[in-house]
């Protein structure tokens, strides 16, 4: 299989904040926000795998600001890296300044999605080839994430987490 990189993945979706989409502070709902970024991940992880995909987990969320009404909200996710049959995907949420057009960072989220069959079997995926020094770092980072996930689960024994133990030991 050959390698892809993340840019390949890459998705993006531009929407704006309804009424209908806020709480009582008038910002986002954050079960909305969720929403947005697991369609943006699992674009970028069918992209990635040309396959059906399923979420396995939501890893890490950050709701660093908020995301109020009228809003222009853009979700762009990638894949971070590959396994076997899973894939990290990193969400990264920016808000648009309405008179200026900066966009701000306001969230982050780092989602594991499994490519399957028609059966609902995990099936193998392309590798991934980061390109970017933050494509790089990401890459990286993930198996030290996985690690810890899986140890957590109890999918993994503590003594097995080699990138994990690496953190802390010379």
């Given amino acids: 299989m050959e390698a892809k990189t993340p840019e390949e993945s890459k998705s993006i979706m531009t929407d704006l904040v309804l009424p209908s989409e ?3 502070l008038n910002n986002l709902f954050g079960g909305d926000l969720l929403a947005r970024m697991d369609r943006a991940a699992s674009i970028a992880a069918r992209r990635h795998s040309r396959r059906i995909v399923v979420t396995a987990s939501v890893n890490h969320v950050a709701f660093n600001r908020a995301i109020p009404l009228g809003s222009v909200v853009t979700v762009e996710a ?9 894939m990290e995907i990193y969400i990264d949420v920016w808000i648009e300044d309405r008179f200026s057009g900066d966009r701000t960072k306001a969230n982050e989220a780092i989602y594991t999605f499994v490519a399957v069959d028609d059966a609902g079997h995990p099936v ?22 996985r690690q810890l996930s899986l140890v957590l689960a109890g999918k993994m024994k503590p003594h097995e987490a080699t990138e994990l133990k690496a953190l802390f030991m010379d």
């Fill in 22 to 24: 806020t709480n009582p």
């Fill in 78 to 86: 990638k894949v971070s890296r590959a396994f076997n049959t899973s």
């Fill in 124 to 145: 193998k995926i392309p590798p991934l080839t980061p390109k970017t020094d933050l494509e790089k770092l990401r890459f990286d980072g993930a198996l030290r994430r």
